[in-house]
């Protein structure tokens, strides 16, 4: 009962600041085995393609209900986001993988939904609290599950959801819930631990200290291994706290997850374009048609398939996707990627941007690793490409996984930022206004790779 009860105390102790919220309630989204689940959405008044956060109560897969994270619902609308609360099945009447498959569901209905809703399907996390936040892991680490409903979330916060239940000796008070829901499932297949790889959803962790349902080393041990594998994380361990807390904690460990979630869900503004690529590619222009093609097996994305035939005039990338409009100033440009090629030094992805001609733009080159030609920032000014970059990481660790690339521009300083994975750290920068407007797009200077769920934001100019 300890779980219920401190889940319970942790939603209702939030304070909502008064917005005009639309809610939805009861609107069933899966009959599993003749179970309805229901989800309860509230979102905004005035919000169009807005991002989106499924939210999961907790219980010890046994307890609790959707209607425990209405506070916590009504706090993330309050901010902009739709907001849904979501049902699932419950132990004894069903164990592993009910539990996730259920959450996987709610995540389906809705990107598929996300006109009704009012949401951008391509941005949606999850959070939880104790075995929500386990769920909410399991919605961003486990590729193969989530692939029916589009993927994995974008973003996790997880408030001491468990994290790996192999370690059943760190459930000291709570090893029956985990062999319970378990039933005969290994208890590798029950842990997000078991899942982490490269390209994974970031994750926000808020654990306190002194909680002896889900021991502190469960969150620790998940920051270490997502540091290990260079999926974005930050655990937040709140001193002498237990299994929940309220008041000022709540309110600042809630602004923290706000904080976090809108660096990768880019919550403050409506997409300017947007580009799943389930339709059409005449939105962009192409470099060598006959290289690009879409592809789709449940995530419909452009791919250069092969080589550019491109020539260029000056030495510069020969596959490229530009996009036709708008023309921007300062700007965020958001694109999933991943490389076709074979591993070897240059092997590399591009995004563009301040593009005025083929003989004019730059393009910002992300390789596996560094040197004056590679993992750069160039300027195309009518003469081979030359090398802006001040600061650079060590290269991409591109592996055969789809990884978040951001690049962001402000025209008034010139600052350049490129960003893979991790938003917090730039991987890439340069101080460079040759271009002060133009559009964007992505490539490759000579490699094959894939393309999804383009978001550009900023300002739209006219004129060059």
Not at 226 to 239: F, G, H, I, N, Y
Not at 381 to 409: C, F, M, P, Y
Request: proline residues 5%.
């Amino acid at each position: 009962m300890a779980v219920l009860v401190l889940a319970s105390v942790v939603v209702f102790a939030l304070a909502v600041a008064p917005q005009q919220i639309h809610w939805e309630r009861d609107v069933t989204f899966a009959e599993p085995g003749g179970t309805r689940l229901a989800l309860d959405l509230a979102r905004p008044v005035e919000c169009d393609r807005a991002p989106a956060m499924l939210c999961l109560h907790g219980g010890g897969w046994s307890q609790g209900n959707r209607q425990h994270m209405h506070g916590i619902v009504k706090d993330w609308a309050a901010r902009g986001y739709v907001a849904a609360t979501a049902s699932y099945r419950l132990v004894p009447d069903a164990t592993w993988p009910a539990q996730l498959d259920d959450v996987v569901a709610a995540l389906a209905f809705l990107r598929k939904n996300a006109v009704r809703f009012r949401l951008d399907p391509e941005r949606i996390g999850a959070t939880g609290f104790s075995a929500g936040g386990h769920l909410a892991l399991m919605l961003g680490f486990d590729e193969a599950r989530t692939a029916v409903a589009g993927g994995p979330v974008r973003v996790v916060v997880n408030y001491f959801g468990p994290t790996d239940l192999r370690a059943l000796e760190q459930f000291k008070d709570a090893a029956g819930m985990v062999r319970d829901l378990a039933g005969d499932a290994p208890f590798a297949d029950l842990s997000p631990a078991a899942f982490v790889n490269v390209g994974d959803a970031p994750v926000l962790t808020l654990q306190g200290t002194k909680d002896t349902l889900v021991h502190p080393r469960q969150a620790r041990s998940l920051h270490a291994l997502l540091q290990k594998t260079a999926v974005p994380t930050q655990l937040e361990l709140l001193d002498g706290r237990g299994h929940g807390w309220r008041g000022k904690d709540l309110t600042r460990t809630q602004d923290m997850a706000h904080a976090f979630a809108g660096r990768y869900l880019h919550a403050l503004q409506p997409p300017l374009a947007a580009a799943d690529f389930d339709t059409d590619t005449d939105a962009f222009e192409l470099f060598d048609q006959g290289a690009w093609q879409r592809r789709g097996d449940g995530r419909t994305r452009l791919a250069l398939a092969k080589k550019s035939d491109y020539a260029p005039t000056h030495r510069s990338p020969t596959g490229l996707a530009i996009l036709r409009e708008p023309q921007v100033g300062s700007f965020t440009l958001d694109v999933d990627a991943r490389s076709m090629t074979a591993e070897y030094g240059h092997r590399d992805l591009c995004l563009v941007f301040g593009y005025q001609s083929p003989t004019r733009f730059y393009y910002a080159h992300l390789a596996s690793q560094p040197d004056e030609r590679a993992h750069g920032v160039f300027l195309v000014h009518d003469a081979d490409r030359a090398n802006i970059v001040q600061t650079k990481s060590e290269g991409v660790r591109w592996g055969d996984h789809w990884h978040r690339l951001r690049v962001q521009r402000d025209v008034t300083s010139g600052r350049i930022e490129v960003f893979v994975d991790d938003f917090a750290t730039p991987a890439l920068t340069a101080t460079d206004r040759t271009w002060l407007t133009g559009r964007v797009g992505f490539g490759s200077f000579d490699d094959q790779g894939e393309f999804d769920a383009l978001r550009l934001y900023g300002e739209r100019v006219t004129g060059g």
